[in-house]
């Protein structure tokens, strides 16, 4: 392996074990972190894809299991590979590789608005920042409630509806400025208050 992915292997909790001239991948954690309606997901993806090439559903185990704990622990990518046959480091790869998992905790709502050139000309910096300042976080950021973590992402090819914010990579929010911005929010926060109310996660 790679001086650089052996740094990933040790940031996601691995130990390398040399055997000949390969390494094998050792985990120190082996419980069953999905349920079984999480699996019954997964294998309902799997089916989409011949027998041979089960891995091809790696994104959407991946996405998945997120929305069980809301990132994607150590534990659960173990439980993506075991389940899709893969190895470990193989999983890892791709849940590092896309902005969409989330690879340590996140709060309740993951916020991710678009600041790329058309949506910035289209107010999505004013828009940022007025985030910014509501919540009293940066980007990368979570409150101290745990209720908001606040991204900066890519295109979502809507620049038309800018500014947009993605809510846990599942709702867009359209034409944020200030108001709507604190509409979204306030709505949010109440979502968050009520423990009969489920977000949606991933």
């Known amino acids: 392996m790679s001086a650089a992915g052996d740094e990933k292997a040790k940031q996601g909790g691995w130990t ?3 055997a000949g001239d390969h390494a094998v991948v050792d ?5 069953d972190v999905l349920s079984a309606d999480a699996l019954r997901r997964i294998d309902h993806e799997v089916a989409k ?3 041979d090439q089960k891995q091809s559903a790696v994104m959407s185990a991946l996405a998945i299991a997120q929305d ?7 534990e659960a ?10 190895p470990s480091v193989a999983v890892y790869e791709v849940a590092t590789f896309y902005a969409m998992y ?3 905790p996140t709060g309740r709502f993951k916020l991710t608005i678009c600041t790329n050139l058309p949506c910035a000309l289209q107010g999505a910096t ?3 920042e007025h985030l910014k300042r509501r919540l009293g976080i940066g980007f990368g950021e979570t409150t101290g409630d745990g209720k908001f973590t606040l991204k900066e992402g890519e295109c979502m090819g809507a620049c038309g509806d800018a500014p ?3 809510v846990n990579n599942k709702r867009m929010a359209s034409y944020l400025n200030p108001p709507r911005m604190d509409a979204l929010l306030d709505e949010l926060s109440g979502a968050a208050d009520d423990p009969g109310v489920r977000s949606t996660r991933r």
Do not use: C, F, Q, S
Not at 68 to 74: D, I, K, T, V
């Open 16 to 18: 390398m074990t040399p």
């Open 126 to 128: 004013v828009a940022a």
């Open 164 to 166: 947009v914010v993605l």
């Open 102 to 104: 989330n690879m340590k």
């Open 49 to 51: 894809y011949p027998p």
């Open 77 to 86: 990518i173990d439980a993506v590979a075991r389940h899709l046959g893969m």
């Open 27 to 31: 985990r120190t954690m082996h419980a």
């Open 68 to 74: 069980e704990h809301r990132w994607l622990p150590p």
